[in-house]
Nanobody
Framework: QVQVVESGGGLVQAGGSLRLSCAAS????????MGWYRQAPGKQRELVAI???????TYRDSVKGRFTISRDNAKNTVYLQMNSLKPEDTAIYYC?????????WGQGTQVTVSS
C-alpha cells in the first residue's frame, strides 16, 4: 500500500500564490506519474497538472503559465506552485500517485481564492 498526503492549501486573495506539497510513502517500488487534480463544488474532478518520472509535464489550459508542477524523486514528493490565483481556481486539490499500475489518492486539500 502507498499512502499519499497533501499539504499547503488555504485561503488567498486573487492574484496571490500558494504552494501545494504531496508526499508518497509506504510500499513504493516505482512511481510513474504524480499529479494534481481538483474538484469544485458541483463539478467533476479534473486534471490540473501531471509529471512523469522522466520530468515530462502536462497542464490543463486554464493554468498554463500560472501553475508549475515539479517533483523530487528521492523524496517521492510532488509540488504544485500556483501563482496569479483566480477565484475559479477554488476547489479541493487532490494528489494522485501512480505506483506501477495502481493509482493512489490523497485526502485532498482545500484551496480558496477570494475576489
Amino acid at each position: 500500500q502507498v499512502q499519499v498526503v497533501e499539504s499547503g492549501g488555504g485561503l488567498v486573495q486573487a492574484g496571490g500564490s500558494l504552494r501545494l506539497s504531496c508526499a508518497a510513502s509506504g510500499s513504493i517500488f516505482s512511481i510513474n506519474a504524480m499529479g494534481w487534480y481538483r474538484q469544485a463544488p458541483g463539478k467533476q474532478r479534473e486534471l490540473v497538472a501531471i509529471i512523469t518520472s522522466g520530468g515530462t509535464t502536462t497542464y490543463r489550459d486554464s493554468v498554463k503559465g500560472r501553475f508549475t508542477i515539479s517533483r523530487d524523486n528521492a523524496k517521492n514528493t510532488v509540488y504544485l506552485q500556483m501563482n496569479s490565483l483566480k477565484p475559479e481556481d477554488t476547489a479541493i486539490y487532490y494528489c494522485a500517485v501512480t505506483e506501477r499500475l495502481t493509482n493512489y489518492w490523497g485526502q485532498g486539500t482545500q484551496v480558496t481564492v477570494s475576489s
